[in-house]
């Protein structure tokens, strides 16, 4: 599981050291429902200077080689799309917020 809530960490990759940029972009990308264009995570990662499509594929290729075969990550020209999406602990505290809610009505 991918626990992004609090201290950031992944179970199954222990020792990985990830950037502010790096891990800013797998947690939008797993949250995403969808495919993210380039230009999309690019405007996200930038904060006063705009970073383009090849800063974004340098950041997927760092991740791609520090999560392994956990996260796959798929391009095409403009579109990145995560093909396995991973567990994460904000997904189990949603559950419990919709059990909750359901046991309220």
Known sequence: MIHLLGD???DEVPDISLSVKEITTLAYLILQN????????SEILSEIS???ANYVKN?????SKKVGALIK???DGYRII???RPNTDV???????????????
């Open 73 to 75: 990550f798929e391009t």
């Open 50 to 52: 705009e970073y383009d």
């Open 82 to 84: 995560v093909e396995d």
């Open 8 to 10: 950031f960490r992944i």
């Open 91 to 105: 997904e189990v505290v949603q559950i419990l917020v919709d059990s909750l809610i359901d046991e309220n009505d």
């Open 34 to 41: 969808g495919p993210c264009f380039f230009n999309e995570m």
């Open 59 to 63: 950041i997927l290729r760092r991740l």
